[in-house]
């Protein structure tokens, strides 16, 4: 990444990054690809796509364990989803933005005639919105297992 006329850099091939939704294909590789601005936020968006795949299993793991020992209402529970949340809002709301911005330096860089391409990228909200639904599913969650630890009392 760091030294692109490496013998280790050669042997991986031509660098072709991964947009989120739509398939790119250049007939030659573009100068764009050779940009180290452009390589750097390749990197960083597939490292925040793992980091944000691998936060969201082992929590929803977690959860998925707590429910079958236990049940939905504990509280232990409340700070997974919460944790969730989070991880959707920070992680998956970095990765969906710089998979976008990355999309939108590859368009920048087509010449295209008789068209012209607009991208509006606001995929990144879509992430946000989930990750503060999570968030209110953990406070309701916390009020709902404050009362069925309170009714597990009084009987």
Not at 9 to 31: E, N, V, W
Not at 121 to 146: E, Q, R
């Amino acid at each position: 990444m760091w030294n692109p006329d490496s013998d280790l850099t050669r042997s991986f091939g031509d660098f072709q990054p991964l947009f989120g939704y739509i398939d790119l294909h250049f007939y030659q590789q573009p100068g764009l690809y050779t940009d180290p601005s452009f390589i750097q936020l390749s990197f960083i968006s597939t490292a925040c796509m793992l980091f944000f795949v691998l936060l969201f299993l082992w929590w929803m793991c977690k959860l998925l364990d707590n429910i079958y020992e236990d049940s939905l209402f504990s509280y232990e529970n409340v700070s997974i989803v919460f944790k969730l949340g989070l991880t959707l809002i920070v992680a998956g709301t970095a990765y969906t933005y710089t998979d976008g911005l990355l999309l939108s330096k590859a368009l920048e860089a087509l010449t295209v005639s008789n068209a012209q391409i607009s991208l509006s990228d606001l995929s990144y909200v879509d992430t946000l919105i989930g990750g503060i639904v999570l968030l209110l599913i953990s406070w309701a969650l916390k009020i709902a297992v404050h009362a069925v630890e309170e009714n597990n009392k009084t009987i």
